[in-house]
């Protein structure tokens, strides 16, 4: 595998092949970042080919001052929220998510379709606020330092502490209802 900064210049100068292994290499962490944001599949899909199109278009402006994936996951960060506001998505998001909240656990239905723990987490996870599941994600699946969090999503470090500690709080808590039923 070749380093990040020769990977840059190549495309950067136009080679596709070489911008193929980037879009490769960072594609899971643009879509996992828009689909925290977005709940559309089709959006998903459409929001992250405009993320890659960004960093393409923009590559050449890249100076190595953080690491490439948090530029990238940066990128995916406004375009996903741009889109949330440009759409006015973020109301439907907030309904579906308030719909989610009162499916009763206890239904056959719906515990065929939480077949695993771990399922049944990302699902919780995905029910949180936006801003929480967002620094939930970039800590602990993408281990993104508070710094990189701060650069990625524009907030504070401190908003981010505290985002964090909130998101693992409610998180905790839901588990812990569900795990007394």
């Known amino acids: 595998m070749q380093s990040e900064e020769s990977l840059i210049k190549k495309v950067v100068t136009g080679d596709l092949?070489?911008?193929?292994?980037?879009i490769s290499q960072h594609e899971r962490l643009v879509i996992h970042m828009?689909?925290?944001i977005i709940n559309n599949e089709e959006d998903i899909k459409d929001v992250s080919q405009e993320v890659f199109i960004k960093v393409?278009?923009?590559l050449n402006k890249f100076h190595f001052k953080a690491k490439l994936s948090t530029w990238i996951a940066r990128i995916a960060y406004s375009t996903a929220i741009n889109y949330v506001k440009k759409y006015n998505k973020q109301g439907v998001t907030e309904d579906i998510e308030l719909k989610r909240q009162l499916v009763d656990y206890t239904t056959p239905e719906h515990?065929?379709?939480i077949k695993n723990e771990a399922e049944f987490v990302h699902n919780q996870v995905?029910?949180?606020p936006l801003q929480y599941r967002t620094v939930l994600t970039l800590y602990h699946l993408n281990e993104f330092s508070y710094q990189e969090i701060e650069e990625i999503t524009g907030m504070p470090e401190g908003t981010v502490k505290s985002y964090l500690f909130r998101a693992r709080k409610l998180l905790k808590e839901r588990l812990a209802r569900y795990y007394h039923r």
């Open 17 to 22: 092949s070489a911008f193929k292994q980037l």
């Open 34 to 36: 828009v689909g925290r």
């Open 56 to 58: 393409y278009h923009n």
């Open 111 to 113: 515990l065929l379709h």
């Open 126 to 128: 995905s029910k949180l």
